[in-house]
């Protein structure tokens, strides 16, 4: 990310789009994280990719005259894409209540667009994400799984991780999901 921020310096490109994740947050804060936030390493989705990507973007932030915008995405579904399928691996691990939160594509594409074209709004973070967060049942049923019975033995232990709060984009770009939920989308063929 950063060779590319310094190419497109070099390359005279005045807007850079970094896209990143909801996972830099690291662990929870009992609440929607929102993007004065600062990453706090740790929790159960902590590794190697949130963190390159938090020290991404405090690379490309810093870097002087590049107009960089950054859009934290969670979980990001749609058509055709296996994630909500591979989602299943984790599942079992997960409490019947944890909540993740996700975007369609095609609100990934309408946030990122909004991020490219909107002046004014160097060095801004932005988070992502839809109206309403499912839950590991839900994804069971989503998936026409049946819930296991060992499922209810799990606990949350942050009901609030990557959870965040998507009122900057919303204000700011006037960003309103397609797909509000992961139901609309199936019940729009958007899966």
């Known amino acids: 990310a950063l060779a590319l921020g310094r190419a497109a310096r070099q390359g005279g490109v005045e807007r850079f789009v970094q896209i990143s994740t909801n996972n830099v947050y690291g662990t929870g804060r009992g609440r929607p994280l929102v993007e004065e936030d600062e990453s706090r390493p740790g929790g159960h989705m902590w590794g190697a990719y949130p963190a390159s990507k938090i020290e991404a973007e405090r690379g490309l932030l810093a870097m002087e005259g590049l107009d960089v915008r950054i859009a934290r995405l969670p979980f990001v579904y749609g058509e055709g894409d296996p994630h909500l399928e591979n989602a299943m691996a984790w599942a079992p691990r997960w409490a019947p209540q944890q909540r993740l939160h996700m975007a369609h594509h095609a609100d990934v594409g309408q946030a990122l667009t909004r991020l490219l074209y909107t002046p004014g709004i160097a060095g801004r973070i932005y988070n992502v994400g839809d109206d309403a967060p499912v839950t590991t049942v839900e ?12 499922l209810y033995d799990n606990t949350d232990p942050d009901p609030w991780h990557n959870i965040v709060d998507t009122r900057r984009i919303r204000r700011e770009l006037g960003f309103r999901p397609i797909y509000p939920s992961v139901w609309t989308a199936r019940d729009a063929g958007a899966l």
């Open 139 to 150: 994804l069971y049923q989503l998936s026409g799984m049946e819930v296991p019975a060992a």
